[in-house]
């Protein structure tokens, strides 16, 4: 199946720690992004990657740290120096051109204990 | 990103039609975004509208566009209640290929 996966679905953290956010694609896709929801909130975007060794920050970037090695990889470090981590966090993935659907993970729910 | 306007929540029976509106920021936004949240979900692309045109019709889903007012809207024929969900509706930022997404409409179809 062709499709964007993350892993977990759920994740706990204590505080202090960090903890890596899976996310994966067999789209081929060039794009890839992270953004955060939480209730009212919306999505907000944290980090994106149009190219593989290349991304940006978005607009809530601080507390994270992304890396893009490999085109269908775009994992998400929550570091301990975010300081409101639980949250959920939905991964999508887009071919990179100007109209083109971005497609979604499920999400992971992060929760800090 | 500047703030994409939705209202919060929507209340709508069963059969009758749903609108959901928004108000998107940047008047050079090619394309434009309805995208569906059901309850611990990813978001689902239902349809998008070029920034030319009017009005696109898919199905039971219908949007406006109105550039001058930078007003976006989805209407809903016939709601039925598997529509409840949280809509979002969202625009190109400026570089690159991110989506600057509303905080998202919840509808709420009841018997």
């Known amino acids: 199946d062709g499709g964007i996966t993350q892993s977990p679905k759920y994740l706990f953290r204590k505080e202090g720690q960090n903890v890596t956010l899976s996310c994966e694609q067999n789209?081929?896709?060039?794009?890839m992004y992270w953004y955060r929801q939480d209730p009212g909130q919306g999505l907000r975007l944290i980090y994106y990657?149009?190219?593989?060794?290349?991304?940006q920050k978005g607009d809530i970037a601080e507390g994270y740290s992304v890396s893009r090695e490999k085109k269908e990889s775009f994992p998400l470090t929550v570091t301990s120096a975010q300081k409101n981590p639980t949250a959920f966090y939905l991964c999508?993935?887009?071919?990179?051109?100007?109209?083109?659907?971005?497609?979604f993970g499920q999400g992971t729910r992060l929760t800090v204990v | 990103g500047e703030d994409v306007e939705q209202s919060l929540f929507l209340s709508v029976r069963e059969g009758d039609s749903s609108v959901i509106n928004c108000t998107y920021t940047?008047?050079?936004?090619?394309?434009l975004y309805w995208y569906k949240q059901e309850p611990g979900a990813g978001l689902q692309l239902l349809t998008y509208?070029?920034?030319?045109?009017d009005m696109k019709q898919d199905q039971r889903l219908t949007v406006l566009l109105n550039k001058k007012d930078k007003h976006l809207s989805l209407r809903i024929a016939d709601t039925q209640t598997g529509d409840s969900a949280i809509y979002f509706c969202?625009?190109?930022?400026?570089?690159?290929?991110?989506?600057?997404f509303g905080k998202g409409t919840s509808l709420l179809v009841t018997p």
């Open positions: 999508a993935s887009s071919a990179g051109q100007q109209n083109t659907e971005a497609f």
């Open positions: 789209l081929n896709h060039d794009a």
């Open positions: 990657s149009q190219i593989v060794n290349d991304f």
């Open positions: 940047d008047s050079s936004s090619t394309y």
């Open positions: 509208i070029f920034s030319n045109m």
């Open positions: 969202a625009e190109r930022y400026d570089s690159g290929y991110a989506l600057n």
